[in-house]
């Protein structure tokens, strides 16, 4: 399974931006589908956004459409989340995850990534 290490999140103020990354070890970054997740305070995870391996197709949560996108550097090994217009609702642990995909769909239910980074904290201040 690959490795997953988060960074980038912090505090700001609503209507900031900010990037999150995620680094992935091995050599099967780039043959896995990744998903950016994210668990609140007494709240079940939830998909954030997603894209396939080869970085052609993403999906995203309704809620975060139009503020949020995200992306691939298979030749880093990095996945990113850029997150512009942030909303105190966005406050949240944020996850990367992966799964070995080669049908180009983009899963939503967390109980479909087995791997997954320790989690990255987002907080955004009203």
């Known amino acids: 399974q690959v490795q997953l290490a988060e960074s980038g999140g912090g505090l700001v103020q609503a209507g900031d931006s900010l990037r999150l990354s995620c680094a992935a070890s091995?050599?099967?970054?780039?043959?896995?589908?990744m998903g950016w997740l994210r668990q609140a305070p007494g709240k079940d995870r939830e998909f954030v956004a997603g894209?396939?391996?080869?970085?052609?197709?993403?999906d995203y949560a309704e809620s975060v459409k139009g503020r949020f996108t995200i992306s691939r550097d298979n030749a880093k090994n990095t996945l990113y989340l850029q997150m512009n217009s942030l909303k105190p609702e966005d406050t949240a642990v944020y996850y990367c995850?992966?799964?070995?995909?080669?049908?180009?769909?983009?899963?939503?239910?967390?109980?479909?990534?087995?791997?997954w980074g320790q989690g990255t904290q987002v907080t955004v201040s009203s």
């Open positions: 894209i396939t391996m080869s970085g052609g197709a993403t």
């Open positions: 995850a992966a799964r070995m995909d080669l049908s180009g769909l983009i899963a939503k239910s967390p109980y479909e990534y087995p791997s």
């Open positions: 091995g050599r099967t970054f780039s043959s896995a589908a």
